[in-house]
């Protein structure tokens, strides 16, 4: 029988010695989508009293090359906790890692609930309880994981890889936005490097929504919500600046140290 609090233990204590990242041992490593957030939920309990409540959520695997290649059918969801909202411009540590990569995303904080109702959440419905918008990177802890030999039910036990946010300065959306198709742009120590545009972020913020709510720790006012990388992930060396900047909603900046 599938144990919860075994999978969180086992993850818990390889974050704790810094292991490299490896799929849950098959014992007990969860044999369902719903197991495995279970077993997610209960490394949040493990975490909780160190790093914070949770204060907003974060969705992976949003692609199909990316869903192909870890072997699922969705995109997955993960917590941020509050100790690890950090403000822009962030120095972030990399000796705190074992390995940190970063993505760049658009943000959303919620200005209302978003309990579990009669019908699902849609993208219209979620979209009006978008109160700020703001330009983000995700903190990704993937351990130095083997990509093509992650599997996807062990990814989301762990969390999702999510190690933290950092978050530019907030703006109120426009009505008339949709908030799709924003062209974001990423330096590097001041020169361009890539550059994309966000793809249906309010699907992504419909899709968390009605997961946390069947999972019974709906999204709450005031959460904040990253949508998906809008570029490939990067890497980032000591002494390296990153900057990103949203198209009519602002930038956010991070170096590591």
């Given amino acids: 029988m599938f144990s919860a609090a075994a999978a969180a233990q086992f993850l818990d204590e390889a974050h704790r010695t810094r292991a490299r990242y490896a799929n849950l041992p098959e014992p007990i490593a969860p044999q369902s989508v719903a197991e495995a957030y279970a077993a ?44 690890r909202l950090h403000g822009s411009p962030a120095r972030i540590a990399k000796a705190d890692f074992v390995n940190m990569r970063i993505e760049c995303e658009l943000a959303v904080r919620l200005g209302r609930d978003l309990p579990k109702g009669v019908s699902p959440h849609t993208r219209q419905s979620v979209r009006s309880a978008v109160s700020e918008i703001m330009a983000a990177f995700e903190l990704i802890e993937d351990r130095n994981a083997d990509y093509k030999e992650c599997a996807a039910l062990s990814l989301i036990a762990d969390n999702a890889w999510n190690g933290g946010i950092v978050l530019g300065a907030a703006r109120s959306p426009p009505a008339d936005w949709d908030l799709d198709g924003i062209r974001g742009d990423l330096s590097r120590n001041g020169k361009p490097e890539r550059s994309g545009k966000t793809d249906d972020p309010m699907g992504a913020l419909a899709f968390l929504a009605n997961l946390a709510a069947d999972r019974g720790r709906p999204l709450g006012a005031g959460m904040v919500v990253i949508t998906g990388s809008i570029v490939p992930t990067v890497d980032i060396a000591v002494g390296e600046r990153l900057e990103f900047a949203l198209e009519g909603v602002g930038d956010v900046a991070m170096a590591a140290i």
């Fill in 40 to 83: 997610q939920e209960a490394l949040v309990g493990l975490w909780e009293p160190r790093l914070g409540p949770i204060a907003g959520r974060k969705i992976a695997v949003t692609t199909k090359v990316m869903q192909e290649l870890m072997g699922i059918d969705r995109p997955c969801m993960g917590a941020v906790f509050a100790s």
